[in-house]
């Protein structure tokens, strides 16, 4: 789903209940009065941290928001649906199965809650709301969350829209709930840019391909005529950086995703590949073949490179750091394939990664206290992360064939390509799928795309 950048973005400030309460609203939304939770929570309370969600995920009610018409009827269930799906895909919520729901199932305004009903079939946390006809194609989308155990309304929001754009308010929904009961921002309303791949083994169309978090929305973005290869999205921009094939040319490019623009950027001799922007959004960082290997280089959207590397070497994958002060990479400047990390001017490289086999793809977590790798050894691939300075390594997943991991924004979850093997040379039995997996190796889950697909890069949070 696009956003609506002619909109200026609306906050509003939360109660604060021990957490941080600014709630972000939506570019295409306006913000009603905010409805205030009382400033206190009894000892038994659903807000809780991540960690003991990840062993006991809270149990969570989401009845269906109800409507003023049919339509805004329909929406409502729609919306409660499209919460349910979000929070449990999470794994940190367990919703309840909505036949265990006792009596009304009410709450919204001018209905009182009751609690005693939630509590006797287990819910700590409730979710209600309603849905109101504007008229034209406008509806106003009122929700409350409740902290069942203390009976309290621990937040209220209402977001005037369009019809059209109810399950972005179902992921900005999902998104304040997560963070009112969990403490940290969630990832529902962002999207996935990746690659769609089609045809035999030996004649594979790749086409840029971007849908929302959850699989919904997806839509192709080139038509493949030319290969495409590792979209990154702009921090802030609607706009993303990708390798093509285009006349046989492989370069980095631009891709405007409101007009569809597409620009080369650089005129390199060699090929140019693996690219990222900068964290403020005026550069891209990316490799350029030489002939000796490969060297990274600093190129500025408005045109000038700088070069950071001449190792003599193969230097790819380049990646900044979240506050852009370091540069972590993989290079074969050792003998084999490794990780570095190296100031932002291109000084001070050193080798963090030490572990059996040969590393590559690496990414910084948006919270900067990880870097995400696929790792190969003789028996496997593997995705793991380690601290920027090469200690904690863990491996989260291993199979067959793996690469190319990428954060969520809120650094919670990793997104990454998961392939099988061919049967034969016709590649009978082959599929490419993108899985998603928390940052503690739990929660494992593979990705519905309506083609094989690679390549994922995550967005930011839609402003």
């Known amino acids: 789903m696009t956003k609506d950048a002619a909109i200026p973005m609306t906050r509003i400030f939360e109660t604060k209940i ?5 709630v972000a609203g939506s570019a ?4 009603a009065p905010t409805l205030w939770a009382s400033p206190a ?5 659903a807000v809780i941290d991540v960690d003991r969600a990840r062993t006991d995920p809270i149990p969570i009610a989401i009845p269906a928001l109800a409507g003023s018409s049919g339509e805004a009827d329909r929406i409502g269930r729609d919306i409660a649906a499209v919460i349910t799906n979000n929070l449990a895909r999470s794994g940190l919520f367990r919703p309840i199965d909505p036949a265990a729901y006792i009596g009304k199932t009410g709450g919204t305004t001018g209905d009182l809650v009751n609690f005693q009903n939630w509590k006797a079939i287990n819910a700590q946390a409730l979710v209600t709301g309603k849905v109101d006809s504007q008229g034209g194609d406008k509806v106003r989308v009122e929700f409350r969350l409740w902290d069942v155990l203390p009976g309290q309304q621990i ?5 005037t829209t369009t019809l059209s754009n109810w399950r972005r308010i179902a992921h900005i929904i999902s998104d304040v709930i997560y963070e009112r009961l969990l403490g940290e921002k969630g990832y529902f309303d962002t999207r996935i840019v ?13 086409r840029l391909a971007i849908m929302d978090q959850d699989g919904e929305n997806n839509r192709f973005l080139t038509d493949g005529g030319f290969l495409a290869l590792t979209p990154r999205f702009h921090p802030t921009r609607d706009q993303i950086a990708f390798m ?17 623009k597409q620009a080369m950027l650089g005129n390199f001799p060699g090929i140019t590949l693996s690219p990222r922007f900068a964290p403020d959004g005026n550069s891209v960082i990316m490799a350029q073949t030489t002939s000796s290997g490969a060297d990274i280089y600093l190129v500025s959207l408005g045109g000038g490179a700088r070069r950071l590397t001449d190792s003599g070497a193969i230097d790819v994958s380049p990646c900044f750091s979240p506050d852009g002060s370091q540069i972590v990479f993989n290079s074969d400047r050792g003998g084999d394939q490794q990780l570095y990390v190296m100031g932002s001017d291109g000084s001070g490289v050193k080798r963090i990664s030490f572990g059996r086999g040969r590393y590559a793809t690496p990414v910084w977590s948006p919270r ?6 696929t790792r190969q050894t003789p028996d496997a691939f593997a995705i793991g992360v380690m601290r920027p300075d090469g200690s904690g390594e863990r491996i989260l997943s291993e199979s067959f064939f793996c690469e190319g991991p990428t954060f969520a924004p809120n650094g919670r979850v990793i997104m990454f390509t998961r ?12 599929s490419s799928r993108l899985v998603s997996i928390d940052i503690t190796g739990f929660n494992e889950r593979v990705i519905a795309t309506p083609t094989d697909a690679s390549d994922p890069a995550w967005s930011p949070l839609l402003q």
Do not use: C, H
């Not at 021990?18 to 600014?22: A, D, E, I, N, T």
């Not at 937040?155 to 977001?159: E, I």
């Not at 392939?419 to 082959?430: I, L, P, Q």
């Open 18 to 22: 021990g957490r941080r309460g600014l």
């Open 194 to 206: 990746y690659i769609a791949g089609s045809g035999p083994r030996d004649r594979r169309v790749k």
């Open 28 to 31: 295409s939304l306006i913000a």
């Open 368 to 373: 900067g206290d990880l870097i995400a790798f």
């Open 419 to 430: 392939e099988t093997a061919a049967r034969d040379a016709r590649g009978n039995g082959f």
């Open 155 to 159: 937040q209220g929001t209402a977001y």
């Open 244 to 260: 093509s094939y285009v006349n046989d040319r492989p370069r980095v490019y631009t891709f405007d995703l409101a007009s569809g």
């Open 41 to 45: 929570l009894a000892q038994a309370t």
